[in-house]
């Protein structure tokens, strides 16, 4: 009975196989072409070991951005809970008032930021898992949108302390829009081509309600967080979406 070649023995028969194509004389040219290449399948298919495979050139592994994004967003979220009130401003043990006067607003502000960058953590990662490559520029443009999740505990420091002012919650608001509308925009990028309209709706739904609330924010700032709330109905649009508009089935 003939033995089975291992994985380590593979290996090195792909590897002199494709040793082999690169000397084939092509035109003047070492570069192997396309149908030498399909003469080897170990190195089409995916022959090595871990499902190596041949990518199309200019693409990235977009998968290799979830680590970055993940200590992003973790570092972030944390930095959103740095301003809240510490104990010692107070010089004796608080009252049920003074404790309400302290944190009401900075909490407020925390949770709707945490539930915010939660969503769109949620979003970006599968987005990545949707569309596993992209162009340079959807690095660059995944990037910016991760610079703008850095600066969240900035602005959100800013609106805790002064909640109720029309110029810190337009200027809250807007940076929610923006985080809103990047990944809205990165969304369209992954989906061309692709009809799915669930997809769509809970990436582009949260913009229309962060943009209403930004709004609102310049002239009843006690208003707009709750009209900043309904971004996280994006799941419900996107189900009303697909039920309106089913994916298409190919």
């Not at 022959?47 to 973790?74: D, H, P, V, Y």
Request: include cysteine.
């Amino acid at each position: 009975m003939a033995a089975y070649p291992n994985s380590n023995q593979r290996a090195l028969m792909i590897t002199i196989e494709a040793s082999r194509l690169l000397i084939l004389p092509t035109r003047g040219n070492l570069c192997p072409t396309i149908q030498q290449l399909k003469a080897c399948p170990g190195l089409v298919s995916g022959g090595f070991e871990g499902g190596a495979r041949l990518k199309q050139i200019g693409l990235f592994e977009m998968r290799r951005l979830e680590a970055l994004s993940n200590t992003i967003f973790g570092v972030a979220m944390t930095l959103l809970a740095y301003d809240l009130p510490k104990a010692s401003r107070f010089a004796n043990a608080p009252a049920w008032m003074e404790l309400v006067d302290a944190y009401a607003q900075p909490v407020i502000a925390l949770m709707i930021s945490f539930i915010v960058a939660g969503v769109f953590w949620l979003s970006h990662n599968r987005r990545l898992t949707f569309a596993p490559e992209g162009s340079r520029g959807e690095v660059f443009l995944n990037l910016i949108f991760l610079l703008s999740i850095v600066m969240l505990p900035v602005t959100n420091g800013l609106y805790g302390v002064y909640r109720l002012d029309s110029v810190v919650a337009v200027s809250y608001g807007f940076h929610l829009t923006a985080i809103a509308g990047l990944n809205a925009l990165l969304w369209v990028l992954a989906l061309r081509g692709r009809r799915n309209s669930e997809l769509l709706a809970n990436a582009v739904f949260p913009v229309f309600a962060l943009l209403f609330g930004m709004v609102m924010a310049a002239v009843a700032p006690f208003v707009a967080q709750f009209i900043w709330c309904l971004a996280f109905g994006a799941p419900l649009a996107g189900w009303l979406a697909a039920r309106r508009w089913p994916p298409r089935t190919n």
